[in-house]
C-alpha cells in the first residue's frame, strides 16, 4: 500500500475537478494555507457513533451512545432512548436547524420587504409588481386599485404572521400544491401549521421523554420539512423575487477566474441577498467608481460564492467565483479585497485565511459574527449606505494587495442561468404544455432537480456533474440550485452549447428553446421553485407529485438544510438520492422507514446512493416506472 | 494470560479508549485534566484509519518475548510477572527509540509523563492499565468501548467465543438460514462509505 506523502498534484486531482480551483489549490498549498481538506484528513478517523446516529448528546445523564453490534455494549441510553429513537431524534434535530436556517432567511427577507412598504428601506423598491400582485392574490389580499406599497405591507404581515400563527395553516402549502398531495398530507397528519411552529415543536420533541415512537418522530421531521419548503423557503424565494425582480435568463461566468487583476474585488458570500442586491446597486455609483481609479483600480468587480452568488447571478446577471469548497480559494488567489459575508455555509476559519492575505473579511448580520472579521451591520433603514461604505472599505484595501502574491486563473466559464418558473413557462411560449408534450412523446423522459452542496468527502462537483451529464444522456431535463447548480456552470453544462452531451430527444427540445439542458433556477431556498414547477405540471395532469416521472438528488450534500430540502421533496411525493448517507444507519427500523416504508405514506422516498453513475441508473428506473404508470 | 482482545469488524473509529487511556494516565484521573494538566496526558492506544474508512484500536500486545525488552539498552523495560505486562521504568528510559524501532506494531511513541523525577519524554506505550487491574478492574480502554472492539480476558477464552459463533454462523449457512456477522444496515453502511472513499480524497 501507497503511503508516500502524496504530491500537490495528486492531492489537486483528488479534491476537486475544477480546473481554476485547482490551479489556486496549489499556490494555497505552496502558500501553507490551511483548508477544508487537510481539516477533514485530520478529522479521521471520524466517530461511528455519530455517523450512524447512535450518539446522543442531549442532555446531563448523557452523553450516551448505542452499540451498532446489539448486545455487545449498551442497547439505550440512560433515559431508555433506544437506537430507533436516538436516531429518529438525531435527523429530526438536524432537519429543524436547516429548517430554521431557510426559514429565518425567509423572515428577513419578508421583514425588508415591510420596511419597504412602510418607506422605511434605505434603497429598496418593488421591482416586480406583477408578481406582488400574483402572490397577494394567492394570500387572498385585495389588488385592485391599491398601490404597490399598500399591498406589500399586507403581503408582508400575511407571510409573517405564518411564522407563528393561530390560524394554522401556511397559504403556499394551501394554494399550490396539487389537491391529491394535499391528499397525502392530511391522512398522514402532516399538513404544516405554521413555519415557526413546526421548528419549536421539533426541538420539544427531541427533549428527553417526549416523542419517543420513532415513526412519529419522522412524521413531524416531514412536516416541519413543509413548512420549510413551502414555507419559509418559498417565502424567501418569492419576496426576493417582488423586491429584486424575478429571474430571466441571462448569460454570465462562472469560477474563481472571474476575479479581475486590475479591479478591485469584492466576493458576495453567504445566502440572503438583502445587502448584497444594494452593494450591486451601489457598485455603479460615479464617486465609487472614479474612487476606485483614484486608488489605482480600473473599476470595482463584483463577484458571487455560494447562494448569495446565486441570487445575484440569476438577478443581476453577477459572475460568480464558486460554490462551497471555492471559499478558501477565493481568498488564496490574493485578489479579494474584501469577503462580504452574511450568513450560513461560511467556514468559522475563513477570516483566519485571510489574515494570510490582505483580504478583508466583512460580516454584516447580528446573527453571524466572525471573530477577526470588520462587523458592518445590515438593516434595511441604512443599507445603501452600509453598502456604499463596504465598497469603499474594498476600495481602500486595494493598493494593500501584493501583485506578486496574485494567481488568478484565466479561464472563467460562461454560463446561463436565471431559469425561475415564469421565465422557464415563457421559454415554453407562455404555457407548460410543449414540456408536458415533450414528456408524453417521450423526447424529454423526465425531470430531475440536482440541488444540495458541496462536501469534501467527495471530490468537488464530481458527483454534481457526473450525474447531470448521466441524466441529460438519458434524456432527462435537470433543474439546479445551489452548490449543484454553479458545479454544472463551472463543468459548461449550463449552456446551450451542453445540448450536445445530451439524448437526442432531449437536444432537439433544448435547442429549439435555445436553453441548456441543466436550467439553474437559483439559491438553495430556489429548491422551492422546483416544488412550483412540480406542482404545476401535476395540476395541470391533475396527478399528485408523486405520479410525475421526476426524481431529485443531492449528490455531495453536507448542510441540515439539505436534509429539510430531501425531506420536503421526499414528503412532497418525489424520490430523492443522496450521495451521502443520512446518519440514520444504526437504526435499522429508522434506515428501512426513510428508503421504502415513507413511500407508502407520501408518496417519496430517500435513497443513498454515492456513485453518481449508478445514482443515474436509479432515477432512470424511477421515471421510467412513474411514465409507465402514468401510460405514457 | 489475559489481554485486550481487538475485534477490529466491530471498531466504528469513536476514539472512545484514546480518551479513557489518556485520562487513566493523567495525574488527576478526571477527564478535565486532559485540558489542564501539564504535561498533556496522552493516550497510548491509537485509533487510525486504513482503507475503506476502517480503524483499528492498535495498542501495545505485551508480547512474550518481548523485542523492545529484548534491545533496550538500560533494561528500562521490563516484565510484571503478575499480569505478564511489559512495563517501562520511566527513571532508566533513556529515550532512545531502539524498541520503537523493533516493536511489530509500532505502538511506542515518547512523550512526557506527570510520573517521572527528571522531565523528558519517556518511551510512554500502554502498561496494561496495571493499577486498575491491582484493583481487579479492567483496562481502562476496554471499559471505554461500547461497541465491544476491546474484550479484556483469556486470549484463548475469547477466541472460543469467536469460534463458537463462527460455528453457529456456518451452520446456519449451510442451512440457507441468514446469519451475517455483523447487522444489515451497519454493513449496507459499510458499503456506502466504501464507495464514497472511491469518489474523493479519503480513499
Known sequence: MDIKPKLVKELIEERTIDEAAREVMAKAIEDGIETVWDRLEAQQPQCGFGQLGLCCNRCAMGPCRISPFGETGPTRGVCGADANVIAARNLLDDLLVGAAAHSDHGREVVEVLLKTAEGKAQGYEIIDEEKLKAVA??????????????????????????????????????????????????????????????????????????????????????????????????????????????????????????????????????????????????????????????????????????????????RQGIPIAGNMLNQELAIATGAVEVMLIDYQCIFPSITKTASCYHTKVVSTSEKAKFPGAIHMEFHPENAYDTAKEIIKLAIENFPNRDPNRVKIPNKP???????????????????????????????????????????????????????????????????????????????????????????????????????????????????????????????????????????????????????????????????????????????????????????????????????????????????????????? | MKTVFVHPEKCIGCRHCEIACAVEHSRSKDIFGLVTESPPPMPRIHVEVGVDLLTFPNRCRHCDPAPCMQVCPTGALYRDKDTWSVLVDYEKCIACAMCAMVCPFDIISFHRVWNVTFDHEVNAKCDHCIERQMRGEIPACVEACKTGALEFGDANDIIRNSRRDFTLRTTMALKGEAAPELPESISQFREVMKKVTKLGPLG
Open chain 1, 413 to 632: 466559464m460562461k454560463m446561463m442561468a436565471g431559469f425561475s418558473v415564469e421565465a422557464l413557462k415563457s421559454a415554453l411560449g407562455g404555457s407548460f404544455k410543449p414540456l408536458i408534450d415533450a414528456i408524453v412523446e417521450g423526447k424529454i423522459r423526465g425531470a430531475a432537480g440536482i440541488v444540495g452542496c458541496n462536501n469534501p468527502k467527495i471530490k468537488q462537483d464530481y458527483g454534481h456533474v457526473t450525474l447531470a451529464k448521466e441524466l441529460i444522456k438519458r434524456d432527462i431535463i435537470v433543474l439546479e440550485t445551489g452548490c449543484a447548480a454553479i458545479a454544472s456552470g463551472k463543468a459548461g453544462l449550463l449552456l446551450p452549447e451542453a445540448a450536445e452531451l445530451a439524448g437526442e430527444g432531449l437536444k432537439s427540445i433544448v435547442t429549439a428553446l435555445g436553453v441548456p439542458p441543466v436550467l439553474h433556477m437559483g439559491s438553495c431556498v430556489d429548491c422551492s421553485r422546483i416544488l412550483v414547477l412540480a406542482a404545476e405540471l401535476a395540476k395541470t395532469l391533475n396527478v399528485a407529485i408523486s405520479d410525475l416521472p421526476v426524481a431529485g438528488a443531492a449528490p455531495e450534500w453536507y448542510s441540515q438544510k439539505a436534509i429539510s430540502i430531501g425531506a420536503y421533496f421526499v414528503a412532497s411525493g418525489v424520490f430523492t438520492v443522496l450521495g451521502l448517507p443520512l446518519k440514520v444507519y444504526g437504526s435499522k427500523d429508522v434506515l428501512n422507514l426513510l428508503t421504502e416504508g415513507v413511500e407508502g405514506v407520501v408518496g417519496g422516498k430517500f435513497a443513498i446512493e454515492p456513485d453518481p453513475i449508478r445514482a443515474a441508473e436509479l432515477i432512470s428506473a424511477h421515471i421510467e416506472k412513474k411514465r409507465k404508470e402514468l401510460g405514457i
Open chain 1, 137 to 314: 392574490r394567492e394570500y387572498e389580499i385585495e389588488v385592485e386599485g391599491r398601490s404597490s406599497r399598500e399591498i406589500a405591507k399586507d403581503l408582508a404581515l400575511a407571510m409573517l404572521e405564518e411564522f407563528g400563527t393561530i390560524k394554522n395553516k401556511i397559504q403556499f402549502a394551501e394554494v399550490r400544491p396539487p389537491e391529491k398531495t394535499k391528499e397525502t398530507w392530511r391522512n398522514a397528519g402532516i399538513v404544516p401549521r405554521s413555519v415557526d411552529r413546526e421548528i419549536v415543536e421539533a426541538a420539544h420533541r427531541v427533549h428527553m421523554g417526549v416523542d419517543s415512537d420513532y415513526v412519529n418522530i419522522l412524521l413531524h421531521a416531514l412536516r416541519t420539512s413543509l413548512s420549510d419548503g413551502w414555507g419559509g423557503s418559498m417565502m424567501a424565494t418569492e419576496i426576493s423575487d417582488v423586491l429584486f425582480g424575478t429571474p430571466k435568463p441571462v448569460t454570465s461566468y462562472v469560477n474563481l477566474g472571474v476575479l479581475k487583476k486590475d479591479m478591485v474585488n469584492i466576493v458576495l458570500h453567504g445566502h440572503n441577498p438583502v445587502l448584497s442586491e444594494m452593494v450591486v446597486k451601489a457598485a455603479d455609483e460615479p464617486e465609487l467608481i472614479e474612487y476606485a481609479k483614484k486608488m489605482g483600480a480600473k473599476g470595482i468587480n463584483l463577484v458571487g460564492m455560494c447562494c448569495t452568488g446565486n441570487e445575484v447571478l440569476m
